[in-house]
Protein backbone atom coordinates (compact mmCIF):
# COMPACT_ATOMS: atom_id res chain seq x y z
CA UNK A 1 0.00 0.00 0.00
CA UNK A 2 1.42 3.33 -0.76
CA UNK A 3 1.73 5.38 1.74
CA UNK A 4 -0.25 8.48 2.38
CA UNK A 5 1.69 11.43 3.59
CA UNK A 6 -0.45 13.58 5.97
CA UNK A 7 1.98 17.08 5.56
CA UNK A 8 1.71 19.80 3.65
CA UNK A 9 4.49 19.74 0.65
CA UNK A 10 5.15 21.92 -2.35
CA UNK A 11 4.17 20.30 -5.88
CA UNK A 12 6.07 17.24 -7.34
CA UNK A 13 7.10 17.93 -11.28
CA UNK A 14 3.90 17.12 -13.10
CA UNK A 15 4.40 13.33 -14.32
CA UNK A 16 2.17 10.93 -15.65
CA UNK A 17 2.00 7.41 -14.27
CA UNK A 18 2.63 5.21 -18.22
CA UNK A 19 -0.01 2.42 -16.56
CA UNK A 20 -2.97 4.70 -16.44
CA UNK A 21 -2.33 6.82 -19.33
CA UNK A 22 -4.69 6.17 -22.21
CA UNK A 23 -3.59 4.51 -24.87
CA UNK A 24 -3.07 5.98 -28.13
CA UNK A 25 -5.35 3.53 -29.67
CA UNK A 26 -8.11 3.53 -27.18
CA UNK A 27 -10.38 3.60 -30.00
CA UNK A 28 -9.12 0.17 -31.12
CA UNK A 29 -9.98 -1.46 -27.53
CA UNK A 30 -13.09 -0.45 -26.64
CA UNK A 31 -14.74 -3.86 -27.47
CA UNK A 32 -12.99 -5.67 -24.91
CA UNK A 33 -13.15 -3.07 -22.31
CA UNK A 34 -17.09 -3.32 -22.66
CA UNK A 35 -17.24 -6.73 -22.44
CA UNK A 36 -15.00 -6.49 -19.21
CA UNK A 37 -17.42 -3.82 -17.71
CA UNK A 38 -20.57 -5.79 -18.95
CA UNK A 39 -18.63 -9.24 -17.76
CA UNK A 40 -18.10 -7.95 -14.28
CA UNK A 41 -21.31 -5.90 -13.87
CA UNK A 42 -22.82 -9.50 -14.56
CA UNK A 43 -20.79 -10.74 -10.99
CA UNK A 44 -22.05 -7.79 -9.22
CA UNK A 45 -25.66 -7.96 -10.39
CA UNK A 46 -25.26 -11.61 -9.30
CA UNK A 47 -23.88 -10.25 -5.47
CA UNK A 48 -26.37 -7.62 -5.43
CA UNK A 49 -29.11 -9.89 -6.59
CA UNK A 50 -27.64 -12.54 -3.94
CA UNK A 51 -27.42 -9.84 -1.18
CA UNK A 52 -31.35 -9.00 -1.83
CA UNK A 53 -32.49 -12.51 -1.24
CA UNK A 54 -30.50 -13.54 1.44
CA UNK A 55 -31.40 -10.67 3.77
CA UNK A 56 -35.10 -10.41 2.70
CA UNK A 57 -35.46 -13.44 3.86
CA UNK A 58 -33.90 -12.42 7.41
CA UNK A 59 -35.37 -8.84 7.80
CA UNK A 60 -38.78 -7.14 7.17
CA UNK A 61 -39.62 -5.29 5.33
CA UNK A 62 -40.28 -2.47 7.17
CA UNK A 63 -36.28 -2.47 7.92
CA UNK A 64 -35.70 -1.60 4.30
CA UNK A 65 -38.05 0.83 4.69
CA UNK A 66 -36.10 2.46 6.75
CA UNK A 67 -32.85 2.04 4.64
CA UNK A 68 -34.88 3.65 1.53
CA UNK A 69 -35.52 7.10 3.38
CA UNK A 70 -31.72 6.65 5.26
CA UNK A 71 -29.80 5.97 1.99
CA UNK A 72 -31.38 8.59 -0.39
CA UNK A 73 -30.75 11.02 2.49
CA UNK A 74 -27.17 9.47 3.03
CA UNK A 75 -27.00 10.34 -0.88
CA UNK A 76 -28.36 13.62 -0.91
CA UNK A 77 -25.68 14.87 1.76
CA UNK A 78 -22.77 13.77 -0.40
CA UNK A 79 -24.15 15.38 -3.55
CA UNK A 80 -23.86 18.62 -1.71
CA UNK A 81 -21.30 20.60 -2.82
CA UNK A 82 -19.83 18.01 -5.70
CA UNK A 83 -17.56 19.92 -7.91
CA UNK A 84 -17.01 16.14 -10.07
CA UNK A 85 -13.78 15.19 -8.66
CA UNK A 86 -13.99 12.40 -10.67
CA UNK A 87 -15.14 14.35 -13.63
CA UNK A 88 -12.08 16.69 -13.24
CA UNK A 89 -9.02 14.21 -13.30
CA UNK A 90 -10.67 12.19 -16.23
CA UNK A 91 -11.05 15.36 -18.32
CA UNK A 92 -7.83 17.36 -17.21
CA UNK A 93 -4.70 16.68 -19.42
CA UNK A 94 -3.03 17.45 -16.08
CA UNK A 95 -5.52 15.25 -13.88
CA UNK A 96 -2.49 12.45 -13.41
CA UNK A 97 0.02 15.32 -12.27
CA UNK A 98 1.04 15.47 -8.30
CA UNK A 99 -0.48 19.26 -8.15
CA UNK A 100 -3.81 18.35 -9.38
CA UNK A 101 -3.87 14.73 -8.22
CA UNK A 102 -3.20 15.54 -4.69
CA UNK A 103 -5.15 19.16 -4.94
CA UNK A 104 -8.03 16.84 -6.00
CA UNK A 105 -7.87 14.29 -3.47
CA UNK A 106 -7.71 17.05 -0.68
CA UNK A 107 -10.57 18.64 -1.57
CA UNK A 108 -12.42 15.69 -1.48
CA UNK A 109 -11.37 14.88 1.80
CA UNK A 110 -12.55 18.45 3.05
CA UNK A 111 -15.31 18.15 1.61
CA UNK A 112 -16.40 14.75 3.33
CA UNK A 113 -15.58 16.23 6.46
CA UNK A 114 -17.77 19.60 5.81
CA UNK A 115 -20.61 17.34 4.49
CA UNK A 116 -20.53 15.02 7.68
CA UNK A 117 -20.31 17.82 10.07
CA UNK A 118 -23.73 19.41 8.59
CA UNK A 119 -25.67 15.90 8.23
CA UNK A 120 -25.11 15.92 11.84
CA UNK A 121 -26.32 18.93 12.64
CA UNK A 122 -29.72 18.29 10.74
CA UNK A 123 -30.17 14.80 12.04
CA UNK A 124 -32.26 15.58 14.68
CA UNK A 125 -34.71 17.33 12.14
CA UNK A 126 -34.88 14.66 9.74
CA UNK A 127 -35.34 11.99 12.58
CA UNK A 128 -38.44 14.21 13.63
CA UNK A 129 -39.78 14.52 10.11
CA UNK A 130 -39.46 10.92 9.50
CA UNK A 131 -40.35 10.21 13.08
CA UNK A 132 -36.96 7.64 13.52
CA UNK A 133 -34.89 7.08 16.45
CA UNK A 134 -32.34 9.78 16.18
CA UNK A 135 -29.49 7.21 16.52
CA UNK A 136 -30.31 6.01 13.17
CA UNK A 137 -29.32 9.25 10.76
CA UNK A 138 -26.80 9.79 13.57
CA UNK A 139 -24.87 6.84 13.04
CA UNK A 140 -25.42 6.95 8.90
CA UNK A 141 -23.81 10.76 9.32
CA UNK A 142 -20.59 9.31 9.07
CA UNK A 143 -20.43 7.91 5.70
CA UNK A 144 -19.47 11.59 3.71
CA UNK A 145 -16.42 11.63 5.52
CA UNK A 146 -15.49 7.48 5.39
CA UNK A 147 -16.18 7.84 1.78
CA UNK A 148 -14.61 10.98 1.05
CA UNK A 149 -10.82 8.89 2.11
CA UNK A 150 -10.70 6.54 -0.74
CA UNK A 151 -7.98 7.05 -3.05
CA UNK A 152 -8.13 9.10 -6.40
CA UNK A 153 -6.75 5.92 -7.87
CA UNK A 154 -9.82 4.80 -8.47
CA UNK A 155 -10.47 7.86 -11.03
CA UNK A 156 -7.10 7.45 -12.18
CA UNK A 157 -8.45 3.72 -13.61
CA UNK A 158 -10.95 5.52 -15.35
CA UNK A 159 -8.32 8.19 -16.74
CA UNK A 160 -6.47 5.18 -18.08
CA UNK A 161 -9.04 3.41 -19.66
CA UNK A 162 -8.32 0.33 -17.12
CA UNK A 163 -12.00 -0.69 -17.29
CA UNK A 164 -10.59 -4.31 -15.64
CA UNK A 165 -9.07 -3.09 -12.82
CA UNK A 166 -11.86 -0.40 -12.21
CA UNK A 167 -14.72 -3.30 -12.13
CA UNK A 168 -12.96 -6.01 -10.51
CA UNK A 169 -12.24 -3.55 -7.85
CA UNK A 170 -15.69 -2.60 -7.49
CA UNK A 171 -16.86 -5.79 -7.73
CA UNK A 172 -14.50 -6.92 -4.76
CA UNK A 173 -16.09 -3.91 -2.44
CA UNK A 174 -19.89 -4.80 -3.27
CA UNK A 175 -18.65 -8.90 -1.87
CA UNK A 176 -17.48 -7.19 1.01
CA UNK A 177 -20.42 -5.06 1.53
CA UNK A 178 -23.04 -8.73 0.82
CA UNK A 179 -20.51 -10.54 3.51
CA UNK A 180 -20.47 -7.18 6.30
CA UNK A 181 -24.14 -7.00 5.80
CA UNK A 182 -25.44 -10.67 5.98
CA UNK A 183 -23.17 -11.49 8.82
CA UNK A 184 -24.46 -8.10 10.55
CA UNK A 185 -28.00 -9.26 9.97
CA UNK A 186 -27.35 -13.00 11.26
CA UNK A 187 -26.42 -11.45 14.67
CA UNK A 188 -28.59 -8.98 14.92
CA UNK A 189 -32.06 -9.09 12.57
CA UNK A 190 -32.92 -5.08 12.43
CA UNK A 191 -32.09 -1.92 10.88
CA UNK A 192 -28.48 -1.84 12.74
CA UNK A 193 -27.48 -4.74 10.18
CA UNK A 194 -27.74 -2.59 7.72
CA UNK A 195 -26.49 0.84 9.11
CA UNK A 196 -23.01 -1.06 10.25
CA UNK A 197 -22.82 -3.04 7.08
CA UNK A 198 -22.94 -0.08 5.17
CA UNK A 199 -20.27 2.17 7.14
CA UNK A 200 -17.84 -0.85 7.45
CA UNK A 201 -18.03 -1.36 3.88
CA UNK A 202 -17.54 2.33 2.67
CA UNK A 203 -14.30 2.22 5.17
CA UNK A 204 -13.21 -1.03 3.38
CA UNK A 205 -13.60 0.23 0.22
CA UNK A 206 -11.96 3.51 0.92
CA UNK A 207 -9.18 1.55 2.45
CA UNK A 208 -8.76 -0.72 -0.19
CA UNK A 209 -8.99 1.82 -2.80
CA UNK A 210 -4.89 2.60 -1.61
CA UNK A 211 -3.62 -0.43 -3.45
CA UNK A 212 -4.36 0.67 -6.66
CA UNK A 213 -1.24 2.35 -8.51
CA UNK A 214 -1.62 6.50 -7.65
CA UNK A 215 0.94 8.76 -6.99
CA UNK A 216 1.84 8.91 -3.21
CA UNK A 217 -1.16 11.44 -1.78
CA UNK A 218 -0.12 13.96 0.28
CA UNK A 219 -2.35 16.93 1.74
CA UNK A 220 -2.17 20.15 -0.82
CA UNK A 221 -3.78 22.62 -2.54
CA UNK A 222 -2.88 24.34 -5.52
CA UNK A 223 -5.35 27.54 -6.09
CA UNK A 224 -4.91 27.33 -9.66
CA UNK A 225 -5.93 23.85 -9.91
CA UNK A 226 -8.68 24.02 -7.30
CA UNK A 227 -9.98 26.74 -9.44
CA UNK A 228 -9.73 24.50 -12.95
CA UNK A 229 -11.28 21.60 -10.57
CA UNK A 230 -14.58 24.71 -9.63
CA UNK A 231 -14.72 25.40 -12.98
CA UNK A 232 -15.35 22.92 -15.13
CA UNK A 233 -17.50 21.33 -11.77
CA UNK A 234 -19.71 24.03 -11.39
CA UNK A 235 -22.01 22.49 -13.60
CA UNK A 236 -21.55 18.72 -12.12
CA UNK A 237 -22.27 20.24 -9.33
CA UNK A 238 -25.99 21.39 -10.10
CA UNK A 239 -26.27 18.48 -12.21
CA UNK A 240 -24.88 16.61 -8.70
CA UNK A 241 -27.65 18.59 -7.10
CA UNK A 242 -31.16 17.88 -9.67
CA UNK A 243 -29.25 14.15 -10.33
CA UNK A 244 -30.58 13.47 -6.61
CA UNK A 245 -33.89 15.06 -6.79
CA UNK A 246 -34.88 13.45 -9.41
CA UNK A 247 -33.35 10.17 -8.60
CA UNK A 248 -34.73 10.09 -5.28
CA UNK A 249 -37.44 12.35 -4.93
CA UNK A 250 -39.77 9.65 -4.80
CA UNK A 251 -38.13 8.03 -2.22
CA UNK A 252 -37.91 10.79 -0.05
CA UNK A 253 -41.44 11.96 -0.50
CA UNK A 254 -42.53 8.36 -0.65
CA UNK A 255 -41.15 7.78 2.71
CA UNK A 256 -44.02 10.46 4.04
CA UNK A 257 -46.77 8.57 2.75
CA UNK A 258 -45.93 4.98 2.68
CA UNK A 259 -46.27 2.18 5.52
CA UNK A 260 -42.49 1.59 6.27
CA UNK A 261 -43.12 -1.89 4.58
CA UNK A 262 -44.84 -1.07 1.20
CA UNK A 263 -41.70 1.45 1.37
CA UNK A 264 -39.52 -1.61 1.95
CA UNK A 265 -41.14 -3.27 -1.01
CA UNK A 266 -40.59 -0.18 -3.53
CA UNK A 267 -37.13 -0.01 -3.02
CA UNK A 268 -36.44 -3.42 -3.33
CA UNK A 269 -37.99 -3.09 -7.03
CA UNK A 270 -36.33 0.21 -7.37
CA UNK A 271 -33.19 -1.28 -6.80
CA UNK A 272 -33.69 -4.15 -9.17
CA UNK A 273 -35.06 -1.95 -11.74
CA UNK A 274 -32.04 0.60 -11.14
CA UNK A 275 -29.28 -2.31 -12.46
CA UNK A 276 -30.11 -1.83 -16.16
CA UNK A 277 -29.18 1.99 -15.89
CA UNK A 278 -26.37 1.00 -13.77
CA UNK A 279 -24.69 -0.68 -16.09
CA UNK A 280 -25.35 1.50 -19.30
CA UNK A 281 -23.85 4.48 -16.45
CA UNK A 282 -20.62 2.04 -15.83
CA UNK A 283 -20.02 1.34 -19.91
CA UNK A 284 -20.82 5.63 -20.27
CA UNK A 285 -18.37 6.32 -17.74
CA UNK A 286 -15.90 3.78 -17.76
CA UNK A 287 -15.40 3.68 -21.57
CA UNK A 288 -17.08 6.13 -23.40
CA UNK A 289 -16.19 9.68 -21.20
CA UNK A 290 -12.66 8.80 -21.10
CA UNK A 291 -12.71 7.88 -24.70
CA UNK A 292 -14.31 10.73 -25.93
CA UNK A 293 -12.53 13.02 -23.77
CA UNK A 294 -9.10 11.41 -25.06
CA UNK A 295 -10.10 12.13 -28.28
CA UNK A 296 -12.03 15.53 -27.99
CA UNK A 297 -9.57 17.31 -30.71
CA UNK A 298 -10.29 14.93 -32.99
CA UNK A 299 -13.59 13.94 -33.14
CA UNK A 300 -14.88 13.78 -36.88
CA UNK A 301 -17.33 11.61 -38.66
CA UNK A 302 -15.50 8.32 -38.74
CA UNK A 303 -15.23 8.59 -34.80
CA UNK A 304 -18.70 8.83 -34.13
CA UNK A 305 -19.65 6.16 -36.63
CA UNK A 306 -16.96 3.56 -34.96
CA UNK A 307 -18.96 5.02 -31.56
CA UNK A 308 -22.03 3.68 -33.12
CA UNK A 309 -21.49 0.97 -34.00
CA UNK A 310 -20.60 -0.25 -30.75
CA UNK A 311 -23.41 1.52 -29.59
CA UNK A 312 -25.83 0.11 -32.05
CA UNK A 313 -25.26 -3.66 -30.19
CA UNK A 314 -25.82 -2.16 -27.11
CA UNK A 315 -29.00 -0.47 -27.26
CA UNK A 316 -29.72 -3.80 -28.86
CA UNK A 317 -28.93 -6.14 -26.29
CA UNK A 318 -30.70 -3.50 -23.95
CA UNK A 319 -34.36 -3.97 -25.84
CA UNK A 320 -34.03 -7.53 -25.85
CA UNK A 321 -32.91 -7.87 -22.16
CA UNK A 322 -35.47 -4.78 -21.02
CA UNK A 323 -38.17 -6.47 -22.79
CA UNK A 324 -37.76 -9.66 -21.70
CA UNK A 325 -37.63 -8.30 -17.88
CA UNK A 326 -40.95 -6.40 -18.09
CA UNK A 327 -42.44 -9.32 -19.33
CA UNK A 328 -41.03 -11.62 -16.80
CA UNK A 329 -40.38 -9.29 -13.45
CA UNK A 330 -43.55 -11.13 -11.49
CA UNK A 331 -42.69 -14.42 -12.32
CA UNK A 332 -38.93 -13.91 -11.59
CA UNK A 333 -40.02 -12.10 -7.92
CA UNK A 334 -42.76 -14.91 -7.10
CA UNK A 335 -39.55 -17.07 -7.26
CA UNK A 336 -36.58 -15.50 -5.61
CA UNK A 337 -37.99 -14.00 -2.90
CA UNK A 338 -41.18 -14.72 -0.63
CA UNK A 339 -44.50 -13.95 -0.54
CA UNK A 340 -44.47 -10.57 1.47
CA UNK A 341 -42.41 -9.16 -1.28
CA UNK A 342 -44.98 -10.26 -4.25
CA UNK A 343 -46.11 -6.67 -4.64
CA UNK A 344 -42.36 -5.64 -5.81
CA UNK A 345 -43.32 -7.95 -9.14
CA UNK A 346 -45.51 -5.92 -10.59
CA UNK A 347 -43.83 -1.90 -9.25
CA UNK A 348 -40.83 -4.03 -11.25
CA UNK A 349 -42.24 -4.24 -14.32
CA UNK A 350 -43.61 -0.73 -14.83
CA UNK A 351 -39.98 0.39 -13.61
CA UNK A 352 -38.43 -1.28 -15.92
CA UNK A 353 -40.13 1.17 -18.80
CA UNK A 354 -38.56 3.86 -16.69
CA UNK A 355 -35.13 2.28 -17.31
CA UNK A 356 -35.57 1.73 -20.77
CA UNK A 357 -35.21 5.73 -20.73
CA UNK A 358 -32.48 6.20 -18.67
CA UNK A 359 -30.22 3.44 -20.42
CA UNK A 360 -30.33 5.00 -23.48
CA UNK A 361 -29.93 9.00 -21.93
CA UNK A 362 -26.45 7.41 -19.86
CA UNK A 363 -25.32 6.62 -23.00
CA UNK A 364 -25.71 9.82 -24.59
CA UNK A 365 -25.03 11.54 -21.52
CA UNK A 366 -21.20 10.61 -21.83
CA UNK A 367 -20.60 12.25 -25.22
CA UNK A 368 -22.10 15.33 -23.77
CA UNK A 369 -19.62 15.42 -20.84
CA UNK A 370 -16.34 14.09 -23.18
CA UNK A 371 -17.09 17.06 -24.96
CA UNK A 372 -18.10 19.61 -22.92
CA UNK A 373 -21.46 19.87 -23.00
CA UNK A 374 -21.85 19.80 -19.22
CA UNK A 375 -24.48 22.63 -19.56
CA UNK A 376 -26.73 20.28 -21.93
CA UNK A 377 -26.04 17.78 -18.96
CA UNK A 378 -27.51 19.39 -16.47
CA UNK A 379 -30.26 20.52 -18.57
CA UNK A 380 -31.23 17.21 -18.95
CA UNK A 381 -31.30 16.62 -15.16
CA UNK A 382 -33.06 19.86 -14.70
CA UNK A 383 -35.76 18.81 -17.38
CA UNK A 384 -36.21 15.10 -15.29
CA UNK A 385 -35.88 16.41 -11.33
CA UNK A 386 -39.17 19.77 -13.10
CA UNK A 387 -40.88 16.66 -14.45
CA UNK A 388 -41.04 13.93 -11.49
CA UNK A 389 -41.45 17.42 -9.02
CA UNK A 390 -44.88 18.19 -10.48
CA UNK A 391 -45.68 14.60 -11.81
CA UNK A 392 -44.94 12.30 -8.70
CA UNK A 393 -47.77 14.03 -6.31
CA UNK A 394 -49.95 14.54 -8.72
CA UNK A 395 -50.06 11.18 -9.79
CA UNK A 396 -50.03 9.84 -6.33
CA UNK A 397 -53.20 11.44 -5.37
CA UNK A 398 -55.19 10.40 -8.60
CA UNK A 399 -53.75 7.12 -9.13
CA UNK A 400 -52.09 5.67 -6.05
CA UNK A 401 -48.47 3.76 -6.20
CA UNK A 402 -49.10 3.01 -9.96
CA UNK A 403 -49.77 6.60 -10.61
CA UNK A 404 -46.28 7.33 -8.45
CA UNK A 405 -44.12 4.96 -10.61
CA UNK A 406 -45.77 6.46 -13.81
CA UNK A 407 -44.59 10.07 -13.07
CA UNK A 408 -41.01 8.25 -12.38
CA UNK A 409 -40.92 6.68 -15.50
CA UNK A 410 -41.96 10.36 -17.37
CA UNK A 411 -39.21 11.98 -15.70
CA UNK A 412 -36.62 9.15 -17.35
CA UNK A 413 -38.70 10.31 -20.67
CA UNK A 414 -37.99 13.86 -20.00
CA UNK A 415 -34.32 13.45 -19.27
CA UNK A 416 -33.88 11.13 -22.41
CA UNK A 417 -35.57 13.55 -24.82
CA UNK A 418 -33.47 16.59 -23.26
CA UNK A 419 -30.34 15.13 -23.93
CA UNK A 420 -31.05 14.17 -27.26
CA UNK A 421 -31.71 17.58 -28.16
CA UNK A 422 -28.27 18.99 -27.20
CA UNK A 423 -26.91 15.66 -29.28
CA UNK A 424 -28.61 16.47 -32.60
CA UNK A 425 -26.81 19.80 -32.62
CA UNK A 426 -23.78 17.56 -33.17
CA UNK A 427 -24.88 15.41 -35.75
CA UNK A 428 -24.35 12.50 -34.23
CA UNK A 429 -28.07 10.53 -35.66
CA UNK A 430 -28.38 8.73 -32.37
CA UNK A 431 -31.54 9.46 -32.20
CA UNK A 432 -32.52 7.14 -35.47
CA UNK A 433 -30.62 4.30 -33.56
CA UNK A 434 -32.18 4.74 -30.54
CA UNK A 435 -35.78 5.26 -32.64
CA UNK A 436 -35.12 1.89 -33.90
CA UNK A 437 -34.21 0.08 -30.85
CA UNK A 438 -37.32 1.23 -28.64
CA UNK A 439 -39.39 0.37 -31.55
CA UNK A 440 -37.74 -3.28 -31.29
CA UNK A 441 -38.16 -3.65 -27.38
CA UNK A 442 -41.65 -2.73 -27.52
CA UNK A 443 -42.53 -5.21 -30.16
CA UNK A 444 -40.39 -7.80 -28.25
CA UNK A 445 -42.34 -6.79 -25.21
CA UNK A 446 -46.41 -7.62 -27.03
CA UNK A 447 -44.55 -10.43 -27.94
CA UNK A 448 -44.08 -11.93 -25.07
CA UNK A 449 -47.14 -10.85 -23.21
CA UNK A 450 -48.89 -12.64 -26.28
CA UNK A 451 -46.97 -15.85 -25.48
CA UNK A 452 -47.39 -15.24 -21.55
CA UNK A 453 -51.50 -14.83 -22.24
CA UNK A 454 -51.60 -18.09 -24.55
CA UNK A 455 -49.88 -19.84 -22.05
CA UNK A 456 -52.83 -18.78 -19.32
CA UNK A 457 -50.03 -16.94 -17.00
CA UNK A 458 -52.17 -13.17 -17.44
CA UNK A 459 -49.85 -10.18 -17.52
CA UNK A 460 -47.34 -8.78 -15.30
CA UNK A 461 -49.02 -6.33 -13.46
CA UNK A 462 -52.12 -8.88 -12.58
CA UNK A 463 -51.56 -8.36 -9.18
CA UNK A 464 -51.95 -5.16 -9.25
CA UNK A 465 -55.22 -4.84 -10.45
CA UNK A 466 -56.28 -7.59 -7.60
CA UNK A 467 -54.98 -5.21 -4.96
CA UNK A 468 -56.60 -2.66 -6.06
CA UNK A 469 -59.81 -4.33 -6.40
CA UNK A 470 -59.62 -5.67 -3.33
CA UNK A 471 -58.23 -2.48 -1.47
Known sequence: MSQVSLTIAPPQ??????????????????????????GTFGISVVIKLASNVVLTRLLSPAVFGVMVVVTSIR????????????QNIVKSPHGLGDAFFNTAWTMQILRGALLTTLFLA??????????????????????????????????????????????????????????????????????????????????????????LPHPDHRFFIDKAKALEIFNFGKWIALASLVVYGSTNLDRVYLGRHLPLAMLGIYGLARTI??????????????????????????????????????????????????????ASADIAVRIVYDVRYADAGWMLSLL??????????????????????????????????????????????????????????????????TVTFGLRAMRSRLLYQDVAATVVMFALLAAWIALRLSLSLGTPWGRLFVDRLHG
Open 122 to 211: VSPALSNWYNFDRSVFFTISFAPFLNSLHSTSIFAASKGLNVKRRVLFEATCELITLVLCVGFALVTPTVWALLFGTLLSIAARSALSYL
Open 352 to 417: LVGAWWSMMASLNEAVLLGTDRATSFSLANVARFVTLAIGLPLLWLAFGMPGAILGLVTSEFARYV
Open 13 to 38: AAGNNPALVPSSRAADGINPKVLWTV
Open 75 to 86: IGAELLTDVGIE
Open 273 to 326: ADLPPLLASRISYHVLFPLVSANAGNIDASFFDSMRSVRRRLVLIGAIGISISI
